[in-house]
């Protein structure tokens, strides 16, 4: 397992890869983020951002949802995955956020989960962009990636979310998640990772087994 001194190191040579990196979901409003992060579930920011135009042109904020019926939401959504569940969540929390919130996104992480949809990690990714709030969404490629370094050793990204809420300190929570999401997209990357040209890979517990030198050697 990983010192305090190491994880600083491993963090900052992540961040150092992806400086000034917010999102790659667009949106305008602060419903619109929530929106696209709850369309981007198992689904890409890419494809998420390829839906949301006509969406969003007729929806800017929470009260504007109520203009639209379900069917139209889900036509509009059709292209990602679950389209009609996530088409039902977005569409009921327009609604709850316009009639519970004053249209405003809860900056509260408890608060924030009485929206439809909004689990563990879509609450600290929204809140993370859009209150500058010190959370680290895990996402499969987090879990995956912080395992892989061995930061930790956990078999669900419930689990890691927990572990690393109390092993990261405030300054690494507020500047992580997006390096380290885009870390686990572009360079860690799952059936490939990129070992040869990694900046940690000397602190990697996937090195440490091996696996680089194994596939090197196919
Ligand atoms: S050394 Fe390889 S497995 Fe380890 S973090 Fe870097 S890319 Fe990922």
């Keep these: ?4 001194s190491q994880i600083s190191h491993i963090l900052t040579e992540i961040a150092r890869m992806y400086p000034d990196i917010r999102t790659e979901l667009d949106y305008e409003t602060a419903f619109q983020f929530l929106i696209a992060v709850i369309l981007s579930a198992q689904t ?11 969406l969003f042109a007729r929806v800017r904020e929470a009260e504007d949802m109520a203009k639209l019926s379900l069917a139209e939401v889900e036509k509009m959504v059709s292209t990602v995955n679950f389209y009609k569940n996530k088409a039902k969540f977005i569409w009921k929390s327009g609604e709850k956020l316009a009639r519970d919130f004053g249209g405003i996104i809860p900056n509260d992480l408890q608060t924030i989960q009485s929206l439809p949809w909004v689990g563990i990690k879509t609450a600290k990714v929204v809140l993370a ?18 395992n892989c370094i061995g930061i930790v050793r956990t078999k669900t990204p419930e689990e890691t979310d927990k572990i690393i809420e109390k092993k990261l300190n ?5 500047t992580i998640h997006h390096p380290l999401v885009l870390f686990g997209r572009y360079h860690c990357i799952a059936r490939k990772p990129k070992c040869e040209s990694c900046p ?9 087994k091996g696996l680089i030198s194994e596939r090197k050697s196919i």
């Design 1 to 4: 397992m990983k010192t305090k």
């Design 44 to 54: 890409t920011d890419k494809q998420v951002n390829k839906t949301t135009p006509s």
């Design 129 to 146: 962009v859009l209150y500058d709030a010190p959370y680290v969404g895990v996402d499969t490629h987090v879990h995956r990636v912080m």
């Design 170 to 174: 405030y300054e690494q929570k507020l």
């Design 200 to 208: 940690i890979r000397e602190m990697c517990d996937y090195d440490l």
